[in-house]
């Protein structure tokens, strides 16, 4: 009798100790969703890409860099207005804050491919490679399509 009512207290810890671990993951957790990129003519040297990095961790996080193979140098950047002028300009990383998100977009934050080495067309699929300060780098799809 008693051995039962033990057996059925550790089943229900069990069972506690498992909904707290999917509530809160140890850790960042980092999603990556809705990547993609504009179509971007030779002339113009350089092309952007966009997406979505959520982390459903427990511990805040930072994107420290991105590579690709499209272009001479990839890097994370952001916007501002300057005298009514949109200027944008390189930056060590973005923070994506436990349970926050930061979102890249056209206007504002981007990953940015600098020297491109060829056109980037529409329907044509970009490897990006995203660096992490704590999460394992991490590979994504962007997709070349108009807005
Ligand atoms: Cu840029």
Redesign the pocket.
């Known amino acids: 009798m008693k051995k039962a009512l033990v057996l059925v207290v550790s089943v229900m810890l069990m069972t506690v100790a498992l909904g707290a671990c999917q509530a809160a993951p140890a850790g960042p957790q980092i999603e990556v969703s809705g990547v993609w990129g504009r179509p971007s003519p030779m002339t113009a040297g350089n092309g ?1 890409a966009y997406m979505l990095i959520e982390n459903t961790g427990s511990e805040d996080d930072k994107v420290i860099g991105a590579w690709s193979d499209v272009a001479e140098n990839t890097e994370i ?1 952001d916007m501002t207005m300057d005298d009514g002028v949109m200027k ?1 300009f390189h930056v060590d990383s973005y923070d994506v804050p436990a349970g926050g998100s930061v979102e890249l977009k056209p206007g504002g934050k ?1 990953v ?1 491919f600098i020297g491109l080495y060829d056109q980037l067309e529409v329907g044509q699929v970009v490897t990006v490679e995203l660096e992490f300060e704590k999460s394992e780098k991490m590979t994504v799809e962007a997709e070349i399509r108009e807005e």
């Open positions: 952007a950047h944008m981007h940015m």
